[in-house]
């Protein structure tokens, strides 16, 4: 089985997973299966660092063997399509491919390869479903539930992939979404585009997103955080039962202040990292119908 994108999977599984994910970060233990068959391909043509390590960590606790497969130590660097590379890799004894890419679907034209699992790593500015359910996972942890929360997502959501793919959850669970983009128009949603300081005082969940300088050319204003981000002063305003969360990596005193981001309890951007590994271990379960 795929996992591309939460968009194919029935709400009532997503929340399997979600809860699958919490109940084994506290008890690891229940998994006896060891999938010693199962050579993964970690194939990543964008930087990482928290999801290529925790799928790698997932990997390992799951006893899958692995190999790296980055843009410059592949032939991926000589040209050679993804397409090709990931036949040429099945090949091998590859089944399962956790894949980041620049493009956006880039896995459509794997699916015309047979028996094997392609796991979305992320796609373009489109899509990031394991980062989804470790936020998910993050949220359900504190509130338990998603019920009546009003989640407000913050930043440069026309080239974040974690907009889109957060904002169609949180559609389909039926939370009050409100949207803070940087950019006048959220090209991706006709939605309104709030501005921080009119919400705030209000809002359970804040997901910062990162200015995605690699995507487009923007500068930074020296003002970006007053209006787009957390710092000594708006944080006074936010209530106390609040999470606030990062996809990370964050960029110190753009997004949130350094002062807030070290000291307020309420950031809880370390835990959805450790709740990756979690997240992604279910997610290969998923993926080999081990998910009961
Ligand atoms: N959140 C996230 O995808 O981080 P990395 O780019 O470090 O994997």
Do not use: W
């Not at 990031?128 to 504190?142: A, N, R």
């Not at 949603?189 to 921080?196: D, F, G, I, R």
């Amino acid at each position: 089985m795929h996992f591309l994108s939460l968009e194919n999977i029935e709400l009532k599984k997503i929340l399997k997973i979600v809860t699958f994910a919490i109940d084994l970060k506290k008890n690891f233990q229940k998994i006896n299966d060891k999938f010693n068959n199962f050579m993964a391909a970690n194939i990543f043509l964008e930087p990482s660092t928290r999801t290529y390590t925790s799928f790698k960590i997932a990997e390992n606790k799951l006893g899958i063997k692995s190999v790296d497969f980055f843009k410059n130590n592949s032939s991926i660097e000589k040209n050679e399509s993804l397409f090709d590379t990931t036949e040429t890799l099945k090949a091998l004894g590859f089944n399962l491919f956790v894949i980041r890419s620049e493009k956006n679907k880039y896995y459509e034209e794997l699916l015309k390869i047979k028996d094997i699992s392609i796991i979305n790593a992320g796609d373009g500015n489109l899509d990031h479903p394991s980062q989804t359910i470790l936020d998910l996972m993050t949220i359900y942890e504190h509130f338990g539930t998603f019920k009546d929360l009003n989640i407000a997502i913050i930043g440069d959501l026309n080239y974040s992939r974690v907009f889109l793919s957060n904002y169609k959850i949180f559609k389909r669970l039926k939370t009050n979404i409100f949207c803070v983009s940087i950019e006048e128009k959220i090209s991706k949603l006709k939605v309104k585009n709030y501005k921080l300081s009119e919400i705030i005082e209000k809002i359970d969940v804040f997901i910062f997103l990162r200015v995605q300088r690699e995507r487009h050319k923007i500068s930074i204003s020296n003002d970006y955080n007053d209006f787009f981000g957390l710092n000594e002063k708006n944080i006074k305003k936010i209530k106390d039962t609040a999470i606030i969360l990062h996809p990370g990596p964050v960029n110190r005193d753009v997004e949130i202040s350094s002062k807030v981001l070290d000291n307020d309890k309420r950031i809880k951007i370390l835990e959805q990292v450790k709740n990756g590994i979690f997240a992604r271990i279910t997610i290969f379960l998923y993926c080999l119908n081990k998910l009961t």
